[in-house]
């Protein structure tokens, strides 16, 4: 898969979360990091455009049951800008 590079200024209080992240192995770097987020975000956005294949309403709590699994809180970290 082919990559794209892109700048991104972050306020020093998110790049301290990210780092520790990393340091605590969940991730080998802090691109990893930032991948992953921007994945979350992406899945998250499309929970409302599932295909009825039968029972959407539980592929929705399946997608929602894998979120809920987050070894972090990302409320906390979205609190960490303002």
Same mark, same amino acid.
């Given at each position: 898969?082919?990559?794209?590079?892109?700048?991104?200024?972050?306020?020093?209080?998110?790049?301290?979360?990210?780092? @520790?992240?990393?340091?605590?192995?969940?991730? =080998?770097?802090? %691109?990893?990091?930032?991948?992953?987020? !921007? *994945? /979350?975000?992406?899945?998250? @956005?499309?929970?409302?455009?599932?295909?009825? =294949?039968?029972? %959407?309403?539980?592929?929705?709590?399946? !997608? *929602? /049951?894998?979120?809920?699994?987050?070894?972090?809180?990302?409320?906390?970290?979205?609190?960490?800008?303002?």
């Amino acid at each position: 898969m082919e990559m794209a590079v892109t700048q991104v200024r972050l306020p020093e209080g998110l790049i301290t979360e990210i780092d @520790k992240l990393v340091n605590k192995g969940f991730y =080998t770097n802090k %691109s990893d990091v930032i991948r992953d987020a !921007i *994945r /979350k975000l992406v899945l998250e @956005k499309q929970i409302g455009s599932i295909p009825d =294949t039968g029972d %959407s309403v539980k592929e929705v709590r399946e !997608i *929602r /049951k894998k979120l809920s699994k987050e070894k972090f809180n990302l409320n906390k970290i979205n609190q960490l800008n303002k």
